[in-house]
């Protein structure tokens, strides 16, 4: 059983900056990619940026130069710092992490239950 749990989420003024966690746990050999994704009311659920296990990094178009994402290894944990922050950035955030769970390398796929940002005007 793997858990995965975001925190960090609130309500900030446009320009302003908040830090997402997410913590994954439980039954892991090891964890290959971590992931944020969004999703806004209406919206489809869309990357906002991924790292690998080397900390290769990918972001969404959108949200390059302004956020960056980043892991600890050894606390199975993936961080997105996200800076100048826009009214669009509006979005319930979801973590997705790519684990290994067994010894002979069987992986899943787990996301966490969200966390919202909301970003004023």
């Known amino acids: 059983q793997v858990q995965v749990v975001e925190s960090g989420g609130g309500l900030v003024q446009a320009g302003g900056s908040l830090r997402l966690s997410c913590a994954a746990s439980g039954s892991i050999i090891r964890i290959n990619g971590m992931s944020w994704y969004r999703q806004a009311p209406g919206k489809q659920r869309e990357l906002v940026a991924a790292i690998t296990s080397t900390s290769s990094t990918n972001y969404a178009d959108s949200v390059k130069g302004r956020f960056t994402i980043s892991r600890d290894n050894a606390k199975n944990t993936v961080y997105l710092q996200m800076n100048s922050l826009k009214p669009e950035d509006t979005a319930l955030y979801y973590c997705?992490?790519?684990?290994?769970?067994?010894?002979?390398?069987?992986?899943?796929?787990?996301w966490g239950q969200g966390t919202q940002v909301t970003v004023s005007s």
């Open positions: 997705n992490t790519v684990a290994v769970v067994t010894a002979w390398g069987v992986t899943n796929v787990y």
